[in-house]
C-alpha cells in the first residue's frame, strides 16, 4: 500500500485529483474522440458517495470547467444503493451523485450507473450489475471511502473476502453514523444493494481516502492491523495498486507514520 499523507481535507482532495487524473491519463483528455484504435482513451471509474469523496468531486468539476478534462470517455460505476428508497429520493445516492457531480460534468447518464434497488429482485439486480462491470472491461480506478467500522462501500464487518454485488444489512453503528444525512437514525435505510470485496478488489487501481479523528483507528487497523474480516477494508493490504491518501487527523494513529512521509518524500524526489 502507498500511503500519502496531506496536512488537511482540502489537501487530500487536491492530491486525490491529481493522482486519479494522473492514472487516466488519456481517457480524460478533452482533445481525445473516444472512439480511436486506442483503449486508454476512455475509463471506467469506481465512485463512492458519502461526505469524504466531496472535495475530489469539487476539484474534478473545478478542472472540468477550466477545459483541463473531460468525462465524455468515462464509464462510471457507483460502489452502493440503499434499499427502500426511490433514486428520486433526496437521499438516494442516485440523488447524491447527481447533485455532486453527474450534473456538473459533462459524463454520459447512460454511462453513469448506480446499483439499481427499486426493483423486484435485488439478488438478479446485483448479478445484473456485476455483469455490466465485466462488459465494461471491469474498474480500471476504484475511488473509496472508509466507514468508522472499517467499512468499504457496504460490506460491513464479517463480510465474505470475495463476495459480489449483493445485498448487505447496515450495521447500527454506520446507520448512526449516516442519521447526519436523514431527520433520523430511524430513516436511515437497514439494508444497500453494494458492490462486494470481490468486486472492490478486481479493480486495476484503487484511491483510498480518509479524514478526520473518527477514522484514525479504522485507517490503523486496515494499513496496519492483521488482514480480517472484521475490519473488511484490511483485504485492501493483498491489493497490488492501493493508495491511500489520509489528513493529519486520519493518519494520527499510524505507528509507522514518519516512514510513510520519509517514503513519499523519497518517491516525489
Ligand atoms: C459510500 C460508501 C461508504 C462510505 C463510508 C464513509 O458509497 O460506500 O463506504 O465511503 O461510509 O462515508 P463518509 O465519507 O460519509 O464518512
Known amino acids: 500500500m502507498r500511503i500519502i499523507v496531506c496536512e488537511s481535507a482540502e489537501e487530500v482532495a487536491l492530491r486525490a485529483a491529481i493522482e486519479s487524473i494522473e492514472y487516466l491519463g488519456e481517457a480524460l483528455s478533452t482533445q481525445s474522440s473516444g472512439k480511436s484504435e486506442n483503449p486508454e482513451a476512455s475509463c471506467v471509474l469506481g465512485l463512492a458517495t458519502g461526505s469524504t469523496p466531496l472535495g475530489l468531486y469539487r476539484e474534478w468539476i473545478e478542472r472540468y470547467r477550466a477545459e483541463e478534462i473531460s468525462f465524455r470517455n468515462v464509464t462510471s460505476f457507483n460502489l452502493d444503493e440503499y434499499c427502500g428508497i426511490p433514486p428520486s429520493d433526496p437521499q438516494s445516492y442516485h440523488s447524491f451523485m447527481h447533485e455532486n457531480l453527474f450534473r456538473h460534468i459533462d459524463i454520459d447518464p447512460a454511462k453513469a450507473h448506480i446499483p439499481v434497488t427499486d426493483c423486484d429482485d435485488l439478488s438478479q439486480s446485483g448479478e445484473r450489475y456485476e455483469a455490466m462491470i465485466e462488459e465494461a472491461g471491469g474498474i480500471d480506478l476504484q475511488i473509496l471511502g472508509i466507514g468508522s467500522d472499517g467499512h468499504i462501500g457496504f460490506n460491513e464487518p464479517g463480510s465474505s473476502f470475495s463476495s459480489p454485488t449483493r445485498v448487505k444489512t447496515l450495521t447500527k453503528r454506520t446507520r448512526?453514523?449516516?442519521?447526519?444525512?436523514?431527520?433520523?437514525?430511524?430513516?436511515?435505510?437497514?439494508?444497500?444493494?453494494?458492490?462486494?470485496?470481490?468486486?472492490?478488489m478486481s479493480a486495476r487501481a484503487i484511491l483510498l481516502l480518509a479524514t478526520g479523528k473518527g477514522k484514525a483507528k479504522a485507517i490503523r487497523d486496515t494499513v496496519e492491523g492483521p488482514i480480517t474480516a472484521m475490519v473488511p477494508a484490511s483485504i485492501l493490504q493483498f491489493h497490488p495498486y492501493a493508495t491511500v491518501i489520509l489528513d493529519a487527523a486520519a493518519a494520527s494513529e499510524l505507528a509507522l507514520i514518519d516512514y510513510y512521509v520519509d517514503a513519499e518524500r523519497n518517491r516525489q524526489s
Open 176 to 200: 448512526e453514523d449516516n442519521a447526519r444525512f436523514f431527520p433520523s437514525v430511524d430513516h436511515v435505510p437497514r439494508t444497500a444493494l453494494t458492490m462486494g470485496l470481490g468486486t472492490i
